[in-house]
């Protein structure tokens, strides 16, 4: 039980890690393309600092959506024939493309402004299936060999 627990909060953070990051180079790529200079130095302090920002927001719902998606994913992996981290991978780019659609129904706007474009939406995807792959990886059991 300790090593799902584990998996589901690394799917968790690796996720929140690589949205929230990739949300902030999506729009100072928006900036760029304005003719405005984003140095590397200010692409960095704006990661660093957007991701302590969206914690208190958008982790909780990143956590909410996988939540959701990994025993639906392990259910699904019951009657359809996948490999495993495929399974787990799908429905994790599923859960953060259904947060953000689900966020956009309910608000009638995007919730993250990186998401208004189909990279940033894309961005999001892979986010979220990176999620489904670290959970897939590190709960697996291990079989020990003699």
Known sequence: MLRI???FLAAVVAAYLLAAAMSTQVIL???????????L????????ED???MAQTYLPMV??????????????LKFVPLPRTLGYLIGGAAALWALHMILFAVFGIH???ATRS?????TQVLAGALGGY????LSEKRTETP
Do not use: C, E, N, W
């Open 5 to 7: 627990l584990i998996a």
């Open 41 to 48: 130095r200010v692409r960095l302090d704006a990661t660093f």
């Open 63 to 76: 956590a909410g959506s996988l939540i959701v998606a990994i025993p639906v994913s392990a259910l699904v």
């Open 29 to 39: 790529h928006q900036v760029a393309d304005l003719g405005l200079p984003v140095s």
């Open 51 to 53: 991701l302590l920002a």
């Open 134 to 137: 670290v959970y897939a990886k």
């Open 118 to 122: 189909v990279a940033g939406m894309a």
């Open 111 to 113: 919730a993250l402004p």
